[in-house]
């Protein structure tokens, strides 16, 4: 299954639907292949990513008649870091399990939640949960605490999209279906991540008047001083997708708050699994330097078998800032 | 071109305020031109919604299009941003396109917070 990033208004989702039954018209593969949409929600909870439109319940509900009229599942992803605490007051507990109710009555496929507080409350409304990949599921241990809660699927932490071992001993042992974050190219084992999401949370759903987003700033920085920072953020490029498809149930594109054009072009490639061209044009994060860098897709072919064994003691090995120079280049 | 650039901002902060008869505050005005290869003109306001913008679109249309004239731009693209979840338009935006960023923004709601006036 594809799961596939929609920014929230109705234009965009006619627009991303037209392109999914072009792709199954043009591609014989994709006929038998299963979708799902999933967007952002952000009522006082949230969510992790930068949400640039809030439904009301009624535009929500035409949304999911339309996108069950082209079998393709809904998700709402309502997946903040933080929410202060506000959700174990009393008001609280009656507000979340009210718009949980709301979503079940609409006939929402399931929901994308990173506290566990949350998923029991969803799971006590009868929605079917997503765990967020914000919960951060890079271990059996914590793929085992959320299995037992009988989610419908598990978004791992992209930080581990090169570990085929610790994925697999996952798979094997539990029960939920595995999402996996394809192109959302955050750097590995990124020290900022829960800072940043915790901001996100918060100014989304509170209108905090930030004077800017330093993580993301940072972050950009960070990429410009040491380029291989690049090659080394857990990317799957489209051709790649084949190594996954044993391991994993469900291939998540990130990018809900980018342009709908943007949306198109990566769902293209990630559906047909081929991409000839600089690989920046698909990474959701960060798209800034997509006019800065060259990243030659082909110059990737066979990485990922380099990948599958790497055992990530970087200081012995070169392998990632090799390809770096040889493959990515700045542009004129 | 520090003085044109001055100039223009007051002046098209004048323009809404006799447009709308009411205070508009443009707080800036940015001549810009990204590594894509996109250059333009983005003015940051406040005061403005999306009505006033929908009444008035054609007479904004013509002065965007004077503005990006006069600083020889193209008007490939002319776009308001609105603050998610609100009718307050907080950006307009004057583009000549990429090849790149024209694919992307080639629709009337490009993302939900912005809206094509022209494109």
Same mark, same amino acid.
């Given at each position: 299954m594809f799961s596939i990033p929609h920014p929230g208004n109705f234009e965009s989702l006619k627009i991303i639907v037209?392109?999914?039954?072009?792709?199954?018209?043009?591609?014989?593969?994709?006929?038998?292949?299963?979708?799902?949409?999933?967007? *952002?929600?952000?009522? @006082?909870?949230?969510?992790g990513r930068a949400t640039l439109y809030k439904p009301n319940f009624e535009d929500l509900a035409k949304q999911v008649a339309?996108?069950?009229?082209?079998?393709?599942?809904?998700?709402?992803?309502?997946?903040? %870091?933080?929410?202060? *605490?506000?959700?174990?007051?009393?008001? *609280?507990?009656s507000y979340i399990n009210w718009i949980f109710s709301q979503l079940k009555n609409i006939g929402i496929d399931s929901v994308a939640l990173s506290d566990p507080y949350l998923v029991d409350l969803a799971k006590n409304n009868g929605l079917d949960v997503n765990v967020s990949c914000i919960a951060l599921v890079d271990s059996l241990d914590k793929a085992m605490f959320w299995d037992e809660k009988e989610v419908y699927a598990i978004t791992l932490d992209s930080s581990i999209n090169r570990h085929f071992d610790i994925i697999q001993e996952i798979k094997e042992n539990v029960t939920c279906k595995l999402k996996i974050l394809v192109n959302e190219a955050c750097l590995y084992k990124c020290?900022?991540? $829960?800072?940043? @999401?915790?901001?996100? %949370?918060?100014?989304?759903?509170? +209108?905090?008047?930030?004077?800017?987003d330093?993580?993301? +700033?940072?972050?950009?920085?960070?990429?410009?001083?040491?380029?291989?920072?690049?090659?080394? %953020?857990?990317? $799957? =490029?489209?051709?790649?997708?084949?190594?996954?498809?044993?391991?994993?149930?469900?291939?998540?594109?990130?990018?809900?708050?980018?342009?709908? *054009?943007? $949306?198109? =072009?990566?769902? +293209?490639?990630?559906?047909?699994? =081929?991409?000839?061209?600089n690989l920046m044009e698909l990474l959701d994060c960060p798209r800034e330097l997509e006019h800065f860098y060259y990243l030659d897709n082909r110059a990737l072919d066979g990485a990922i078998e380099q990948w599958k064994s790497c055992n990530k003691l970087c200081s012995k090995c070169n392998f990632c800032k090799e390809l770096a120079e040889n493959a990515l280049k700045v542009k004129g | 071109m520090k003085n044109k650039i001055l100039n223009d901002r007051e002046e098209i902060e004048k323009f809404f305020i006799k447009l709308l008869g009411r205070e508009i505050f443009i707080s800036e005005m940015d001549v810009f031109a990204s590594k894509?290869?996109?250059?333009?003109?983005?003015?940051?306001?406040?005061? !403005?919604f999306i009505d006033d913008v929908e009444i008035f679109k054609e007479k904004i249309l013509n002065k965007l299009?004077?503005?990006?004239?006069?600083?020889?731009?193209?008007?490939?693209?002319?776009?308001?941003?609105? !603050?998610?979840?609100?009718?307050?338009?907080?950006?307009?935006?004057v583009r000549e396109l990429c090849d790149i960023c024209r694919e992307e923004y080639k629709f009337k709601k490009p993302r939900p917070d912005l809206i094509s006036l022209k494109i």
């Amino acid at each position: 299954m594809f799961s596939i990033p929609h920014p929230g208004n109705f234009e965009s989702l006619k627009i991303i639907v037209d392109e999914i039954n072009k792709l199954r018209r043009i591609n014989k593969k994709l006929r038998k292949e299963s979708f799902e949409v999933y967007m *952002g929600f952000p009522e @006082f909870i949230g969510t992790g990513r930068a949400t640039l439109y809030k439904p009301n319940f009624e535009d929500l509900a035409k949304q999911v008649a339309y996108t069950k009229k082209n079998n393709i599942r809904f998700e709402v992803v309502i997946n903040a %870091s933080c929410i202060g *605490g506000i959700h174990l007051t009393p008001k *609280g507990i009656s507000y979340i399990n009210w718009i949980f109710s709301q979503l079940k009555n609409i006939g929402i496929d399931s929901v994308a939640l990173s506290d566990p507080y949350l998923v029991d409350l969803a799971k006590n409304n009868g929605l079917d949960v997503n765990v967020s990949c914000i919960a951060l599921v890079d271990s059996l241990d914590k793929a085992m605490f959320w299995d037992e809660k009988e989610v419908y699927a598990i978004t791992l932490d992209s930080s581990i999209n090169r570990h085929f071992d610790i994925i697999q001993e996952i798979k094997e042992n539990v029960t939920c279906k595995l999402k996996i974050l394809v192109n959302e190219a955050c750097l590995y084992k990124c020290p900022m991540r $829960i800072q940043h @999401f915790n901001f996100f %949370s918060h100014v989304n759903a509170q +209108n905090i008047p930030a004077l800017d987003d330093y993580y993301y +700033n940072k972050c950009i920085n960070l990429r410009i001083k040491k380029k291989e920072l690049i090659i080394k %953020s857990p990317f $799957i =490029r489209p051709e790649d997708l084949k190594h996954y498809k044993n391991l994993v149930d469900i291939f998540k594109i990130s990018g809900r708050s980018h342009p709908i *054009g943007w $949306i198109k =072009r990566v769902i +293209n490639a990630y559906l047909s699994e =081929r991409w000839d061209g600089n690989l920046m044009e698909l990474l959701d994060c960060p798209r800034e330097l997509e006019h800065f860098y060259y990243l030659d897709n082909r110059a990737l072919d066979g990485a990922i078998e380099q990948w599958k064994s790497c055992n990530k003691l970087c200081s012995k090995c070169n392998f990632c800032k090799e390809l770096a120079e040889n493959a990515l280049k700045v542009k004129g | 071109m520090k003085n044109k650039i001055l100039n223009d901002r007051e002046e098209i902060e004048k323009f809404f305020i006799k447009l709308l008869g009411r205070e508009i505050f443009i707080s800036e005005m940015d001549v810009f031109a990204s590594k894509c290869s996109c250059v333009g003109i983005m003015l940051t306001v406040r005061g !403005l919604f999306i009505d006033d913008v929908e009444i008035f679109k054609e007479k904004i249309l013509n002065k965007l299009e004077d503005l990006a004239k006069s600083y020889n731009i193209g008007d490939d693209w002319i776009f308001i941003r609105v !603050l998610p979840g609100s009718d307050d338009v907080i950006n307009i935006g004057v583009r000549e396109l990429c090849d790149i960023c024209r694919e992307e923004y080639k629709f009337k709601k490009p993302r939900p917070d912005l809206i094509s006036l022209k494109i």
